[in-house]
C-alpha cells in the first residue's frame, strides 16, 4: 500500500531509474549474502563444536544475515513491488516466472535463518555434504531469475 502511494504521489518517471537502480543494488547485495552464507555452513559443519573456530563462524554467520543479507532482501522486495505498483512491470509470463523463482528463493533465505540459529545452539542437523549441495540452491536460483529478465524467453 505505502509503495503504491508513493507511486502516485512522487513523480515515477523521474524515480523509476533510481528506485530501479537500487533494487538492482539490493539485489547483488542479497545474492552475494545467499552465496557466501551456505558457505560458511560448510566450513562451520566440519568445524568441532566449541571449539574457537566453530564460534568464529558463529558470529560471522550471525552479522552476515542481520547486517547484509536480511536488509538487502527487504529492499530488494521493497523496491520490486514499488516498481510493480508503478505500472513499470509488465505482468508477462517472464516476469510471473522469476517472481516465482524469487519467492523460492525467499523461502531459501527462510531456510538458511533457520540454519544459522541451528548453528548459533550448535544443533546443526545437516552434514558438510548435504550444505555443499544446498549452497547450489541459490546459484541456480540466480541464474534462471537473471535468464528470465535479460533473455525473456517466455
Given amino acids: 500500500m505505502f509503495f503504491a502511494i508513493l507511486a502516485i504521489t512522487w513523480k515515477s518517471v523521474y524515480a523509476y531509474p533510481w528506485i ?7 539485489v547483488i547485495s542479497w545474492m ?9 555452513f560448510v566450513y562451520h559443519a566440519a568445524s ?9 563462524f558463529k558470529v560471522m554467520e550471525l552479522k552476515l544475515l542481520k547486517i ?18 508503478s505500472g513499470f512491470v509488465p505482468l508477462e509470463t517472464w516476469f510471473i516466472i522469476k ?13 538458511l535463518s533457520k540454519a544459522q540459529k541451528r548453528f548459533a545452539m550448535d544443533e546443526n542437523t545437516k552434514s558438510e555434504k548435504q550444505w555443499r549441495y544446498l549452497n547450489e540452491v541459490p546459484t541456480l536460483l ?7 529478465v535479460i533473455v525473456r524467453p517466455f
Fill in 32 to 40: 552475494a549474502g545467499m552465496l557466501y552464507l551456505p558457505r560458511l
Fill in 142 to 148: 540466480m541464474i534462471s531469475v537473471v535468464i528470465m
Fill in 20 to 26: 530501479k537502480a537500487l533494487h538492482v543494488i539490493a
Fill in 68 to 85: 547484509i543479507i536480511n536488509p538487502a532482501m527487504i529492499v530488494a522486495w521493497g523496491c520490486g513491488i514499488w516498481l510493480i505498483f
Fill in 48 to 56: 568441532k563444536v566449541g571449539s574457537d573456530v566453530s564460534e568464529q
Fill in 99 to 111: 517472481f516465482i523463482l524469487v519467492l523460492v528463493l525467499s523461502g531459501f533465505h527462510g531456510v
